[in-house]
């Protein structure tokens, strides 16, 4: 299926020119050259990318990129930039654009960007044969990935094996930027409903008041504000994937309709008087304990099972420290291609902080440390200077594990010394050593009393 993409740029001309390569490209484009325009667009329809220029006549594409967040949380915003403005496009990353481009760039460019962000089945690697020569049953690799290596990483690859090419609903657990979504998108990716959309919605970011007509969409005018009908998100995934990104963030109500419309298979745009049936296959993830919520009488029970079909848990990046350097590699690769670099690698000071540091942002904090690391560099390795602050403190401070006999030993000797008030004869016999011993190890670990 041909790829939605709306084109916000103000220079005519060059939007023509993307426009006539993109649809060489198999890409569908409808071209807005102004934000007002944009926003008429992302108001009518469902797009799956947002390709924006920073400046534009009447808004920024920083604005842009928050009222697509806000309306359409599933679309993916990409920003051109000109080249003074790196510093915003590293801005808008941080606020969820998936990427920038530098202007002037090559059309093929902004190819191999869209490529990354929005993977095609087609690309599917080629297959692998089992001993017996039948293709094994894998992941279609449309997207760039890293499997791992790790215990926890190869266990994890396999249930994603095992529950894609089903139609169960899958519940993935993992702290935030653990990969749940790209996990999600492999489970569709090995779907028969993989040429099919798959739609993100992130139900962390949507008002509850708001939360129907987003879910269901609205017909002009049924309330302030409708200017025009929306497609919602159940409609704009309709036989495909819907992913709902921090589930447990809906509120109550939400989740009776949200329940309502899966077990009846239909929804009723806001303002409507019809009902329209949907195929769908649900994925859901929660970087929260909804068993705990569930307890807590704040989740609903009945929806927690009808999402939990097959629940997956993802590990935090220090839970698999083995992939690490797998992952960095990937990073370090990616942040060169966007920026157009050649870093090599990591010097030794900064490959011994990443492998103290605990990674609370797992991936993302991966991803981010490591693209900004190569923006900064200008040396073939990236040095400690150019790592955030929190990285190198947080590896410095770790505690050493220290299993050494003499450690032990000395810190016993100190601890009965306390305990009999630094009375060395007392402190003896609770170690049960002759005070002669004791002396030797008092010297022989420096301890002055
Ligand atoms: N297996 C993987 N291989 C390569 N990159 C990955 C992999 N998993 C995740 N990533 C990258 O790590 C980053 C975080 O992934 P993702 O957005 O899927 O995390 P998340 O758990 O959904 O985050 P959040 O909890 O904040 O919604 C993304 O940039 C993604 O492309």
Redesign the pocket.
């Known amino acids: 299926m041909s790829e939605q993409i709306l084109l916000i740029e103000d220079d005519v001309a060059f939007a023509a020119m993307l426009t006539s390569f993109l649809e060489r490209n198999q890409y569908v484009v409808t071209v807005a050259h102004t934000g007002e325009d944009g926003r008429k667009h992302l108001s009518k329809s469902a797009f799956a990318i947002v390709i924006t220029d920073l400046k534009l006549p009447d808004t920024t594409g920083i604005e842009l990129l928050e009222f697509c967040k806000e309306t359409a949380p599933g679309t993916k915003v990409l920003i051109m930039t000109g080249y003074a403005d790196v510093t915003t496009a590293v801005d808008a990353i941080k606020k969820g654009a998936?990427d920038y481009i530098s202007k002037p760039f090559r059309p093929e460019e902004l190819l191999m960007v869209l490529k990354t962000a929005t993977p095609k089945v087609e690309e599917a690697s080629e297959q692998v044969l089992t001993q017996e020569g039948k293709p094994a049953q894998q992941r279609k690799l449309g997207?760039?990935?890293?499997?791992?290596i790790s215990e926890v990483s190869k266990k994890f690859n396999e249930y994603l094996q095992l529950v894609g090419p089903t139609n169960m609903c899958v519940l993935?657990q993992?702290?935030?930027?653990?990969?749940?979504?790209?996990?999600?998108?492999?489970i569709h990716d090995m779907s028969q409903r993989s040429d099919k959309p798959f739609v993100a919605v992130?139900c962390g970011a949507i008002p509850k008041e708001i939360a129907a007509s987003e879910f269901f969409g609205h017909i002009k005018g049924s309330f302030t504000g409708a200017v025009n009908n929306k497609i919602g998100h159940f409609q704009a995934a309709d036989g495909g994937t819907l992913f709902l990104?921090?589930v447990g963030n809906l509120s109550y109500e939400n989740q009776i309709q949200l329940l309502r419309a899966l077990q009846e298979r239909r929804i009723k745009p806001v303002g409507s008087n019809n009902e329209i049936e949907v195929d769908l296959r649900i994925i859901s993830?929660t970087?929260e304990d909804l068993t705990k919520a569930v307890a807590e009488g704040t989740f609903r029970e009945d929806l927690y099972h009808r999402l939990n079909e097959f629940s997956i848990h993802?590990p935090a990046l220090k839970e698999r420290k083995e992939d690490l350097f797998l992952?960095t590699e990937?990073?370090l690769d990616?942040a060169n291609t966007a920026l157009g670099k050649n870093i090599k690698g990591l010097d030794k000071h900064v490959e011994t902080a990443f492998k103290k540091y605990s990674w609370p942002g797992?991936?993302?904090e991966?991803?981010n440390v490591l693209k900004r690391a190569v923006l900064l560099t200008n040396t073939p390795k990236i040095s400690i200077d150019v790592i955030p602050r929190e990285v190198i403190i947080e590896a410095e401070t770790a505690p050493k594990k220290d299993f050494s006999r003499e450690t032990n030993e000395k810190q016993l000797i100190l601890n009965a010394l306390k305990e009999a008030d630094y009375n060395k004869a007392k402190a003896a016999r609770l170690l049960n050593i002759t005070r002669k011993t004791l002396y030797n190890k008092l010297n022989l670990y420096d301890i002055e009393l």
């Open positions: 998936i997207a760039p990935y890293v499997n791992g993935i993992g702290e935030s930027g653990t990969g749940k979504e790209v996990a999600a998108k492999t992130d990104d921090e993830a970087n993802i992952f990937f990073f990616q797992n991936l993302r991966l991803k």
